[in-house]
Structures are given as structure tokens and as C-alpha cells.
């Protein structure tokens, strides 16, 4: 097991030499965390890899790669803690940001402008599971010379890797299925680009957003076992999905692995499964019955985060997505009603007789 190095501060060469710039301070390096670094980086096929201190530490050190002027633009359904850095801190700082239905390629094209530089990419999206049609988007990108960066937080790099279909840089919130027990908050990115790898690292570097080496030894043992938990969410999602396919007090449900899944087709192209998280609404369309459903699950535990071992029930409009106005989220499709689960490795009957009891 790689060791944790709690550790401030290194023992120098007087010489200063190359090696001096190995480990001066661990605000730059750890060897616990470059451990770990290295660990995903491979994981997601890139030449780089850093860790941040949450998944937003991560997406704060993307935007920092722009000026002022700069445009962004992004898909209308993503996670309400992105949409909220977007627009509520960097907005002020003279960088516009345009939210678009990404899984239709020409309304990107329609958006981009010659101050366009950043295309920020979510697939399967947050929490409607819409799927981005990752190598279109990049054609797009290399067209306005803009960066295509692509938070693969819902697919985890055992179901997707996105830097292998072209994207400038992968990000993820390891919180969720990389660190896979609920118990780190961290983020990575990842890219095989030397000069934004070298501009990201002095970014962490500047801004003291690394993570420590206790939560990086947790990750490590983590990642051990991603496969193997993968394997499983997956496995009982398309179980619970089909379930409430069916069951007549159920609305819509999205779930990419459902062939009447609008992105079902494009998700067996660019993905190896459809992944653990499953959204749906009820036919008594109203938040009151939503609640009710959230309050009576046992198995499924209400709270915010996805991708950890046990099942988890939420309400986007009032958690998750609470950041992102009300009339911006019914305009994309995001209603009061909509439930989300992140369906853990538990035994599927036993989540789907919660489940049952629950909508009653």
C-alpha cells in the first residue's frame, strides 16, 4: 500500500538541482497524492493528472485558464454547484457563459463566436441523463479553437474515457464513484496536453486547492475496486430503471440503458455500460408526492452526492440544483417533482421493494 505521507515541507539539496524540484512543499507535491494522480491519469488514458481538493476546486482551476471577455458555453441541464460557480462568481469577472441544449450539436455551433474558448461538457448530464455526443462536440471545438473539457463524474473512467474521444481535459468529482464510500470530498482533471497540464498544476500551486494525503490514500484504495463497484451499480440500476418503467404511478424515467431513452443509442457508442443513476417523476406530478416518496424509502438514504456504495434518494429542485433558478430549471426539463437515485450495490430486490413501498 502506497504510504501517507504527512508531510509540509521536504529536506532540500543545497545544490538545487532537478531533483530539488521534485518535493519542496506539499502544496505543490505530495508522493501520496501524485500516487494517486498517476493512478487516475491512467485510468482515463492521460499523460497528466491532478488532484484538487473537491470536484469544484477542480472546475474553478479550468475557468482560471480564461480572461475576461472569454465565453463558455455549456449544456442547460448540469450540476447546479457548476452552474452556480459559472454564473454567480465568474460572471462578475467579465466572463460570459451561454447554456445550450448540447445534445443537439447545431444549437453549439448557433452559440459559438469568436470569444467562444471553453465548451464545458457533461455526459450523462445532471440529473436528466442526457447524453453529449462527446467527438461532435470536439469537431466543433478544433473548428473555433476552443477547449472541450468534459466532466465525466456520472460514467466514472471504467464506463467512459473522453480525452481518448478527443476532449482537451476529463474532469471528475472523485467524491462520487472514484472514491466510491462517501467518505472524501476531491477533484481531479486530466488531459495530454503538456502546456495546460503545466498551466493547471501552477494554478493548484497558486491557489492551495490540493487535497491532503490521508483522503489521497483513501482514493487509491478506492480506485481498487471501481471495476468490481461499477460492474454493480450498473447492474442494479438497469434493474430499478426497468422497475419503474413499469410501474403505472411512474411518469417519465431517465436512464440512458432504456432503449426509449432518447440517448440510448449514443450511450452504447461512447460508453461500455449506462451507468448507476437513474431520474424519474411521478404521474401525480406535484412536490408534495415527490416528498412523500423521498421521506418513505428505507434502503435509499435522502441526501445530496451519488456514486458511494449505499443508495441514496435526492430532490434536485431544493439540493442539488437548488443554485439554478426556478424558471431555468422547468425551461430545461427539470420539474419540482423530479427524483433522483444513485443506485448503490445492494441487492437490486431489495431496492426495488423500497422503491415499491414507497410510491406506494
Keep these: 500500500m502506497t504510504p501517507i505521507y504527512q508531510t509540509s515541507t521536504y529536506v532540500q539539496s543545497i545544490e538545487r538541482d532537478d531533483k530539488y524540484k521534485t518535493f519542496t512543499y506539499a502544496r505543490g507535491k505530495n508522493p501520496t497524492r501524485n500516487a494517486l494522480e498517476q493512478n487516475i491519469a491512467a485510468l482515463e488514458n492521460c499523460k497528466h493528472g491532478l488532484c484538487f481538493s473537491s470536484g469544484m476546486g477542480a472546475v474553478d482551476a479550468v475557468v482560471k485558464l480564461l480572461a475576461p471577455g472569454d465565453e463558455v458555453i455549456s449544456t442547460n441541464d448540469l450540476y447546479g454547484g457548476t ?9 462578475k469577472f467579465g466572463i460570459k457563459f451561454k447554456f445550450v441544449p448540447m445534445g443537439d450539436l447545431a444549437a453549439i455551433e448557433a452559440a459559438i463566436t469568436p470569444a467562444t474558448k471553453l465548451l464545458w461538457v457533461e455526459t450523462p448530464t445532471n440529473p436528466l441523463l442526457n447524453i453529449i455526443d462527446i467527438e461532435g462536440v470536439v469537431a466543433i ?3 473555433a479553437n476552443a477547449l472541450v473539457v468534459v466532466d465525466n463524474t456520472f460514467s466514472s473512467p471504467y464506463l467512459q474515457n473522453p480525452v481518448d474521444m478527443g476532449a482537451d481535459i476529463v474532469m471528475h468529482s472523485v467524491t462520487k464513484y472514484l472514491s ?6 476531491m477533484g481531479f482533471l486530466g488531459t495530454n496536453n503538456d502546456d495546460l497540464y503545466a498551466q493547471l498544476a ?10 491532503g494525503p490521508q483522503d489521497s490514500f483513501l482514493v487509491l484504495r478506492g480506485t481498487k475496486t471501481l471495476h ?15 422497475f419503474l418503467n413499469n410501474n403505472p404511478k411512474v411518469d417519465k424515467v431517465y436512464y440512458p440503458g432504456l432503449a426509449s431513452h432518447p440517448g440510448h443509442e449514443l450511450a452504447k457508442k461512447q460508453m ?26 428505507h434502503l435509499f438514504s435522502l441526501a445530496e452526492s451519488l456514486g458511494g456504495v449505499e443508495s441514496l434518494i435526492g430532490h434536485p429542485a431544493t439540493m442539488t440544483h ?21 443506485v448503490g450495490v445492494e441487492d437490486a430486490d431489495d431496492l426495488i421493494e423500497d422503491l415499491k413501498n414507497a410510491i406506494g
Excluded at 452552474?83 to 460572471?91: D, I, P, Q, T
Excluded at 437548488?322 to 444513485?342: F, Q, T, Y
Design 83 to 91: 452552474y452556480r460557480l459559472f454564473v454567480k462568481v465568474y460572471e
Design 141 to 143: 471545438g478544433k473548428k
Design 180 to 185: 466510491g464510500h462517501s467518505d472524501v470530498i
Design 202 to 211: 501552477f494554478i493548484l500551486n497558486s491557489t492551495g486547492t490540493n487535497p
Design 228 to 242: 468490481l463497484r461499477m460492474e454493480r451499480h450498473c447492474e442494479n440500476a438497469a434493474k430499478v430503471a426497468e
Design 272 to 297: 461500455r455500460a449506462f451507468g448507476g443513476m437513474v431520474s424519474f417523476t411521478l404521474k401525480n406530478d406535484s412536490i408534495d408526492e415527490a416528498m412523500r416518496v423521498m421521506k418513505s424509502t
Design 322 to 342: 437548488g443554485a439554478i433558478p426556478r424558471e431555468e430549471r422547468i425551461k430545461n426539463g427539470l420539474s419540482d417533482s423530479l427524483i433522483r437515485l444513485s
